[in-house]
């Protein structure tokens, strides 16, 4: 079993729709839990934490974290063609030093 | 200055050169890690060095070989690799411990083996 698995797409959407992305991971004892996005071509970078159930929002960017489903999702909203990317979940396991990534879902925003 | 740089950004080497691959981060922290990014595959964790100690190796086949002198700079070496040894190599670097502690990349390094 994968530690961390996510749909690989592609996720297509239309500019200015809601794009959804989500991801399951199997360590209960994960803490911490990281959205990045990585351009073709490109290193990863850090979009979005979050720690606690719940919702936090960071401008377009919606994170959802449930611990009991071991689930987490991101939501983009009024998505941008420039939002076309790969977005990678990844989860601090219980060992802090030790951090699961999923295999990413691609998404395109068509304008 | 970007937080962790890598260098060189494109190498690409026979396989019966040496090379080595180079990792410094600017942001104080105390872990670093050397991940392999394969097309269409997901980030592999390829080993941990926690205040220069080793903590985790991956099962990564020898012909890697990390290297870290301090807790700024991480190295790979590179010996007799293979051709599925192309990809892009990422070094990145986290504070030790605490939950809100994230990972952060360099640009990475572009390997390609002939």
């Known amino acids: 079993q994968k530690e961390v698995e996510q749909n690989s797409g592609p996720l297509s959407v239309p500019e200015g729709a809601i794009a959804s992305l989500n991801c399951t991971y199997s360590?209960?004892?994960?803490?911490?839990f990281f959205w990045y996005r990585q351009y073709s071509g490109k290193s990863p970078e850090l979009i979005m934490s979050?720690?606690?159930?719940g919702d936090k929002e960071d401008g377009r960017f919606t994170a959802q974290l449930n611990k009991a489903s071991q689930y987490v999702s991101l939501l983009i909203r009024d998505s941008q063609p420039s939002d076309s990317a790969t977005y990678l979940c990844?989860?601090?396991?219980?060992?802090?030093?030790?951090?699961?990534f999923g295999s990413g879902t691609k998404l395109n925003v068509k304008p | 200055e970007t937080g962790v740089t890598q260098t060189p950004r494109h190498l690409v080497m026979g396989m019966t050169n040496k090379k080595s691959l180079k990792c410094e981060q600017h942001?104080?922290?105390?872990?670093m890690y050397w991940y392999k990014q394969s097309a269409k595959k997901p980030l592999e964790l390829m080993f941990v060095?926690?205040?220069?100690?080793?903590?985790e190796n991956n099962s990564v086949p020898s012909r890697f070989s990390p290297e870290c002198p301090n807790s700024s700079h991480l190295f790979l070496h590179l010996h007799t690799l293979q051709p599925e040894d192309s990809a892009l190599y990422l070094c990145?670097?986290?504070?030790?411990?605490?939950?809100?502690?994230?990972?952060?990349f360099g640009e990475g390094s572009w390997l390609t083996v002939v």
């Open positions: 990145a670097s986290s504070p030790q411990g605490g939950t809100g502690n994230t990972i952060y």
């Open positions: 360590d209960r004892g994960s803490q911490s």
């Open positions: 979050i720690y606690s159930n």
């Open positions: 990844a989860v601090r396991g219980g060992n802090f030093n030790k951090f699961y």
């Open positions: 942001l104080g922290h105390n872990a």
């Open positions: 060095y926690n205040f220069k100690e080793q903590t």
